[in-house]
């Protein structure tokens, strides 16, 4: 019953900020790596940013210094604070947990930038 549930996407202006969320349940999710992937239309799925069990952060270089990945391990959730976005934001976000060889997907949320 591993469940990975991504939340917040939705419409937004180009400059503006959403914040998505990404709740797991039935893994011990502290020791697990998460991250976000996207995928916009007839492109290939990108890793846009990932974080350790010790809290280490890395991004894709076009999100670099715009988007922040967090987690709060007592609420099982791994953020991805994303700002100043542009159209080439848009894309269905993923949520993915790995650990080992164990690994997991969330259904997506889309999120779209347009004025």
């Known amino acids: 019953q591993v469940q990975l549930v991504e939340s917040g996407g939705g419409l937004v202006q180009p400059g503006g900020s959403l914040r998505l969320s990404c709740v797991a349940s039935?893994?011990?999710?502290?020791?697990?790596?998460m991250a976000w992937y996207r995928q916009a239309p007839g492109k290939q799925r990108e890793l846009v940013a990932q974080i350790t069990p010790g809290d280490s952060t890395n991004y894709a270089y076009s999100v670099k210094g715009r988007f922040t990945i967090s987690r709060d391990n007592a609420k099982n959730t791994v953020y991805l604070q994303m700002n100043s976005l542009n159209a080439e934001d848009t894309a269905v976000y993923y949520c993915?947990?790995?650990?080992?060889?164990?690994?997991?997907w969330g259904q997506g949320t889309q999120v779209t930038v347009s004025s």
């Open positions: 039935g893994i011990s999710f502290s020791v697990y790596f």
């Open positions: 993915q947990a790995n650990w080992g060889s164990w690994l997991y």
